[in-house]
């Protein structure tokens, strides 16, 4: 395997195994940077081991046994109790083996999920939970966090700098909340858990559309957190959503690679068994009489593509009309740009025109390749044509998608 090769290998085993790696070092070592620290040094153990002895028959599980390999001397240098070191050495030598690593969880089962809990302490800033939980769970970059939040980056790296120095004075311990004190923690873990899954249903960056894994991973955090907390409403509307948007990730990539929008999605190819999940999530979540919780509403919004078995056959009526109602509980200049775009859709351009403006001033979008889109999609409808194509082409030069940029760059060259 040549470097190129072997670096394009560890650049996507760093993506989908270092959440796990630094879960698992953070609860081991009770500190951030350190289980960040070590879990990069396995990385580089990697590189340079890799080339002469060969990529072992389990990547990810040579990392993980490196990583807390390394992670034992450290608690070594620290002195820590005898017993403390010989549980930590049995659950590495156990997840060498393969073995289920379920024995040595907390009630709440999941490494992954303690972290997120961890990262969202009620001692951090709500903003800096987010930032810290996005860069620790998924790996992503302070340039990926700060497009996700509409922030500057530097913004958004102080945030993180901060958290981790707050948990660190504080003594956070690294272990799940008792179930009383969940629910002050349970809003910023959701809306991690989502914006995880919203960048893998729409990468902000890289090569790819799409990354199933972040998406997977969120679904299977969520499906924890719904048992549990079985009858709480936001939790049942996040799982409502994901699942039902999750079941169109197969339709929305050409076996290219390429971007497939909604509108053009052969839904044949849509996963109808996991539709029919996130639509008894939904019932459930408004039985229990949450019909106006933020994310039970976005599910609705999902639920009405997903009733819809052909593009014209979309109730874009019903879906301005939620995203009207979301806009009462969850004001964001996004949401009302995707309300322009399903009044679009119902009513026309020229309605939906007026919409727009204030939004093209809005500070919190400029930069922001979707309003660019929106705009040139409208001066399309509108027969405005060159101003159509040079909007498209002004998206495109703000994607940091490949995909993105290539679906944008075909819509300018489309234009009549």
């Given at each position: 395997m040549t470097d190129p090769q072997l670096q394009r290998l560890l650049d996507t085993l760093w993506r989908m195994e270092s959440p796990r790696l630094v879960a698992r070092l953070a609860r081991m070592l009770g500190d951030l940077d350190s289980a960040e620290e070590l879990a990069q040094d396995a990385l580089v153990a990697a590189l340079e081991h890799w080339p002469e002895q060969g990529i072992p028959d389990n990547p990810a599980a040579w990392l993980m046994a490196t990583a807390?390999?390394?992670?034992?001397?450290?608690?070594?240098?620290?002195?820590?109790?005898?017993?403390?070191?010989?549980?930590?050495?049995?659950?590495?030598?156990?997840?060498?083996?393969?073995?289920?690593?379920s024995e040595h969880l907390d009630d709440i089962g999941d490494d992954l999920l303690r972290l997120v809990f961890v990262a969202c302490h009620p001692a951090l800033p709500a903003d800096a939970r987010v930032a810290l939980t996005l860069r620790l769970l998924c790996g992503l970059s302070t340039h990926e966090i700060a497009r996700a939040y509409l922030q500057p980056e530097p913004t958004i790296a102080q945030r993180i700098v901060r958290a981790k120095r707050l948990l660190a004075e504080r003594k956070v311990a690294f272990e799940v909340p008792r179930r009383q004190e969940l629910p002050q923690r349970l809003q910023s873990v959701l809306d991690v858990v989502y914006l995880v899954f919203n960048e893998g249903y729409a990468a902000s960056s890289g090569e790819d559309w799409v990354r199933p894994t972040l998406c997977e991973e969120a679904l299977r955090l969520g499906r924890v957190l719904a048992g549990l907390m079985p009858n709480t409403v936001s939790v049942l509307g996040l799982l409502a959503l994901m699942e039902l948007q999750a079941s169109r990730l197969r339709a929305r990539v050409a076996a290219d690679g390429a971007a497939v929008l909604l509108l053009d999605q052969d839904r044949s190819r849509w996963d109808w068994l996991q539709i029919a999940r996130g639509q008894a999530a939904l019932a459930q979540a408004i039985t229990l009489g949450g019909a106006d919780d933020a994310y039970v509403l976005q599910a609705g919004i999902a639920a009405c593509h997903a009733r819809a078995r052909q593009a014209e056959q979309t109730d874009w009526q019903a879906i301005a009309a939620l995203y009207g109602r979301l806009l009462d509980v969850m004001p964001s200049p996004v949401v009302e740009l995707n309300r322009v775009v399903a009044v679009a859709q119902a009513q026309g351009a020229a309605a939906a025109w007026p919409l727009l403006q204030h939004l093209l001033d809005d500070p919190q979008l400029q930069g922001y390749a979707p309003l660019q889109a929106v705009r040139a999609d409208l001066l399309a409808r509108l027969g405005r044509a060159a101003e159509a194509r040079q909007a498209f082409e002004d998206a495109a030069a703000l994607s940091a998608n490949a995909r993105e940029r290539e679906a944008l760059l075909t819509r300018a060259a489309a234009v009549q």
């Open positions: 807390q390999r390394r992670a034992i001397d450290r608690l070594r240098q620290r002195h820590l109790h005898a017993q403390r070191q010989a549980q930590v050495i049995d659950e590495q030598q156990d997840y060498a083996m393969g073995a289920d690593q």
